[in-house]
């Protein structure tokens, strides 16, 4: 029977659920919002199975070299595509070809709560809704058990999301042929309680229910980031350099509310796990950021043979060019764990206690960037931030 700092190592994949013979797991939530496992001994037939596909309690996958692997940067040529995805559109083109081919698509989708969750689906609305980045950890609901069902039927899946979900999905499925996973390089999950709270005062503010958020829209270019919320009155919220000015997504980057087990990532670098590993492209050169028009890029990794295979049949598709994995490596946290908040403990109290009328208020002070985030508002309501833009590839 599975047993470990549920807490502090476990990263939430459920396959130890999937995987429970007697459905004797259940998932319960962490004071921090996260889901964890729970086993009800009386059911328990103490079959080993949730230990044996558990992917904290296994040992590593072999990390592949740089040889090993093709690293590109690249855009969906069709600008429309392009205009709705996080990044590069690459998750899109690849999900597309898999249901050209009356296959399944496995991603991560806002449900009517507005909470992530992993969903499976050969339908093109479905897809059209796993666009876009949900900076929250995502609820795996029934998602491996469903995959398995249509693998087994021979359909072709292709499985998108965190390293750490895909590592739980092939303890269980294995690598059959049809799979294709497609990982997201990640620093970190949120707690869906702090995106519970934001969301409450978002909707306070609003007079209204919150419909849809884009964490990574391109309404005012990509290198920049905004995030756009949108609400059942129609009204919407757009933050201009959201990176720094939303509170909830400076929060995130700053790591003061990530799943404990992402600050010593496990799934860190490139294994066989994933076929491909898609992520931003920051390496850009100006004249490629100018042929981009600043509508988003993406780094993408295809990792196995069966990977480079689907990548020589779509690449045409994009505007994209081969790149070195040091350069990625550069900008983008593939081999190491992302930022983690020295105050975070001190903030999940706070957010526990307050009303959410005080969220932003406790992100400012927690991640001591009050000051830095006055200025940036002073700057952005004379202009200066529209010039600074021009000559920076992100603020
Ligand atoms: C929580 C999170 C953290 C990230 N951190 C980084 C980072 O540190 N560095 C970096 O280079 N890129 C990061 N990304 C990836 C980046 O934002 C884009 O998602 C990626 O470049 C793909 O872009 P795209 O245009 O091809 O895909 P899009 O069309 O935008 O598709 C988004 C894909 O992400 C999946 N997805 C969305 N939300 C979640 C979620 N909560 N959990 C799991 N999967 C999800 C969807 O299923 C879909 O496959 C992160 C994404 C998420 C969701
Ligand atoms: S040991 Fe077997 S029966 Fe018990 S919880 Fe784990 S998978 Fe379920
Ligand atoms: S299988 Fe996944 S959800 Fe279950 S204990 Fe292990 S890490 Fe946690
Ligand atoms: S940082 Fe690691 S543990 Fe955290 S969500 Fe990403 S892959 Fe999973």
């Known amino acids: 029977m599975i047993q470990f700092d549920f807490k502090k190592d476990c990263c939430g994949c459920g396959a130890c659920i999937a995987s429970c013979p007697v459905n004797a797991i259940s998932w319960t939530n962490t004071d921090e919002g996260f889901h964890v496992p729970t086993v009800n001994e009386d059911i328990c037939i103490n079959c080993g199975k949730c230990d044996r596909n558990c992917p904290v309690l296994s040992d590593?996958?072999?990390?592949?070299?740089?040889?090993?692997?093709?690293?590109?940067?690249?855009?969906?040529?069709?600008?429309?595509?392009?205009?709705?995805?996080?990044?590069?559109?690459?998750f899109y083109g690849i999900a597309?070809?898999?249901?050209?081919?009356?296959?399944?698509?496995?991603?991560?989708?806002?449900?009517?709560?507005?909470?992530?969750?992993?969903?499976?689906?050969?339908?093109?609305?479905?897809?059209?809704?796993?666009?876009?980045?949900?900076?929250?950890?995502?609820?795996?609901?029934?998602?491996?058990?469903?995959?398995?069902?249509?693998?087994?039927?021979?359909?072709?899946?292709?499985?998108?999301?965190?390293?750490?979900?895909?590592?739980g999905l092939i303890k269980c499925v294995g690598h059959p042929e049809n799979l294709i996973t497609c990982g997201i390089i990640c620093e970190g999950v949120a707690s869906p309680l702090v995106w519970k709270v934001y969301k409450e005062c978002l909707e306070n503010k609003f007079g209204s229910q919150l419909i849809n958020?884009?964490?990574?829209?391109?309404?005012?270019?990509?290198?920049?980031?905004?995030?756009?919320?949108?609400?059942?009155?129609?009204?919407?919220y757009i933050q201009k350099r959201c990176f720094s000015l939303d509170p909830y997504i400076a929060g995130f980057i700053e790591g003061l509310f990530n799943r404990p087990c992402c600050k010593e990532c496990k799934f860190k670098g490139v294994s066989e796990n994933c076929d491909f590993l898609i992520g931003d492209f920051?390496?850009?050169?100006?004249?490629?950021?100018?042929?981009?028009?600043?509508?988003?890029?993406?780094?993408?990794?295809?990792?196995?043979?069966?990977?480079?295979?689907?990548?020589?049949?779509?690449?045409?598709?994009?505007?994209?060019?081969?790149?070195?994995?040091?350069?990625v490596c550069k900008s983008n946290n593939i081999e190491h764990s992302g930022h983690w908040a020295?105050?975070?403990?001190?903030?999940?109290?706070?957010?526990?206690?307050?009303?959410?009328?005080?969220?932003?208020?406790?992100?400012?002070?927690c991640s001591g960037k009050m000051l830095k985030k006055k200025l940036m508002k002073i700057l952005q309501n004379i202009g200066i931030l529209d010039i600074m833009q021009c000559f920076s590839k992100e603020l």
């Open 213 to 236: 958020a884009e964490m990574r829209s391109k309404c005012d270019g990509w290198s920049g980031g905004s995030s756009r919320y949108t609400f059942a009155n129609e009204k919407q």
């Open 96 to 167: 597309n070809n898999i249901l050209q081919n009356s296959g399944v698509v496995a991603g991560v989708v806002w449900n009517e709560s507005m909470q992530a969750v992993y969903s499976v689906s050969n339908q093109q609305s479905e897809l059209e809704k796993m666009r876009g980045s949900k900076y929250v950890q995502a609820l795996p609901q029934n998602c491996i058990n469903e995959v398995l069902e249509y693998l087994k039927q021979g359909k072709k899946v292709l499985f998108s999301g965190t390293p750490c979900q895909i590592a």
């Open 342 to 365: 020295k105050n975070r403990e001190e903030f999940l109290e706070k957010i526990e206690k307050q009303s959410s009328r005080e969220f932003e208020k406790i992100v400012w002070t």
């Open 60 to 90: 590593k996958e072999k990390a592949l070299s740089a040889s090993e692997i093709d690293v590109w940067m690249a855009a969906n040529k069709n600008k429309e595509e392009l205009s709705q995805s996080a990044s590069g559109g690459v």
């Open 282 to 327: 920051w390496g850009f050169t100006k004249e490629q950021k100018a042929k981009n028009e600043n509508r988003g890029m993406s780094t993408v990794i295809s990792c196995t043979p069966k990977g480079k295979a689907l990548w020589n049949e779509l690449f045409e598709d994009f505007l994209c060019e081969q790149v070195s994995y040091e350069l």
